[in-house]
């Protein structure tokens, strides 16, 4: 199976961008109304400049104390700028297995030049898995026992 397949099955939910000069404060926001917890970080082309999860929106917010000004600082000043990403045609095992290697849960899809295309999640790559093998199964089973041959 495909990433291209995931992405087409998932749709847009749960999938927030934003640009490099928006502050702290603004991704804190989507993630505080969305249920998401990365935004990917675009330029105008869409292409892919790094990712703020959740956790960096923690410490930066952490690190703030008393000087509430300290985190209206730029998303691009705490994001993730080497990002891991796949591409459509990429084999869905294969995604599964890097994410799990390295410990990831949701990685960014682009296309040739590094456009932003979609989110895999670790939990909807499961998901597809487990229905492909229930139908797999069932298609075994109507062999097997003849059904349908009649």
């Known amino acids: 199976m495909l ?11 749960g ?3 934003t640009g ?22 675009c330029g105008p082309d869409r292409k892919i400049l790094g990712v703020v999860t959740d956790s960096d929106v923690m410490r ?10 300290a985190c209206a600082v ?17 084999d869905l095992d294969r995604v599964r297995a890097l994410m799990s290697d390295r410990g ?3 990685i960014p899809v682009a296309d ?6 979609g989110l895999v999640s670790m939990r909807g790559a499961l ?9 797999e199964e069932r298609m075994l089973e109507q062999y097997f026992f003849g059904l349908g041959y009649r």
């Open 127 to 135: 998901q597809q898995q487990c229905e492909e093998s229930e139908f």
């Open 112 to 117: 040739g030049d590094g456009r932003f295309l």
């Open 3 to 13: 990433v291209s397949t995931i992405l087409r099955n998932q749709g847009a939910g």
């Open 15 to 17: 999938v927030a961008t």
């Open 20 to 41: 490099p000069n928006a502050k702290v404060a603004e991704v804190a926001a989507l993630l505080a109304v969305q249920p998401i917890e990365m935004v990917v970080v």
């Open 74 to 90: 730029d998303v691009a000043d705490v994001m993730t700028r080497r990002v891991v990403t796949c591409a459509p045609e990429d």
């Open 104 to 106: 990831l849960r949701r």
């Open 60 to 69: 930066c917010v952490a690190g703030c104390g008393a000087d509430a000004h």
